[in-house]
């Protein structure tokens, strides 16, 4: 049985597909005796404000998010994907809750060098080990975006590389492509079945 933190960033709760694979995933999830602490971004009473970095000590929200994943055993966050990136909720959420020096630190190669005293490598904090899961749902199809593939900057890369690997999370990927308003009722169901597998494997 595991702890699932479920952070969900799409506007439309209730009717969208991102809806439906959040609720297909919490269903099986359930049934298989994992236990989830859903956060629905756009439901939220009160929104965290854009990233500052001047807002220091950061708002009492930002630590109510990091005191839920510290109970949890897996981060799963949850969006569409906006010009190659998450939804922007979704993104300032990662900006205030995955910040140093709760989530990682840097610690120094060289600390008593003046030009060198910089340089050196991240030390994951609270969520080490624990398991990151990023479920993307795109446009169009997969072809679409092979041209960027090759690049960091797309969500799950930049994801993977520039954020929870400085955190020492264990990462997983759940990909889905055409998600139009066509969409067929066998793709949707295929979805909706890749969605369930997935939550049993974990």
């Not at 995933?25 to 989830?36: L, N, R, T």
């Not at 569409?80 to 909720?89: D, E, K, Q, T, V």
């Amino acid at each position: 049985m595991k702890r699932i933190c479920l952070i969900f960033g799409h506007h439309n709760t209730k009717d969208s597909f991102n809806a439906a694979i959040r609720d297909a995933f919490i269903d099986e999830a359930e049934k298989i005796g994992h236990k989830i602490d859903l956060i629905n971004l756009f439901d939220e009473e009160e929104q965290l404000p854009f990233y500052r970095t001047d807002i220091n000590p950061p708002p009492q929200k930002v630590l109510d998010y990091r005191e839920r994943l510290e109970k949890s055993d897996v981060m799963f966050l949850m969006s569409a994907c906006h010009n190659l990136r998450m939804s922007g909720i979704t993104e300032n959420w990662i900006d205030w809750v995955l910040h140093p020096k709760w989530f990682f630190s840097y610690r120094s190669l060289l600390p008593d060098s003046k030009f060198f005293g910089n340089y050196g490598y991240p030390v994951p904090g609270a969520m080490k080990n624990k398991i990151g899961v990023v479920s993307m749902t795109y446009g169009g199809p997969m072809i679409s975006y092979f041209n960027f593939s090759l690049f960091d900057n797309i969500p799950y890369r930049r994801l993977k590389k520039s954020v929870f690997s400085l955190g020492g999370l264990k990462i997983k990927y759940l990909r889905f492509y055409s998600v139009l308003p066509i969409m067929t009722k066998k793709m949707f169901d295929k979805n909706i079945k890749k969605v369930r597998k997935f939550a049993q494997s974990l």
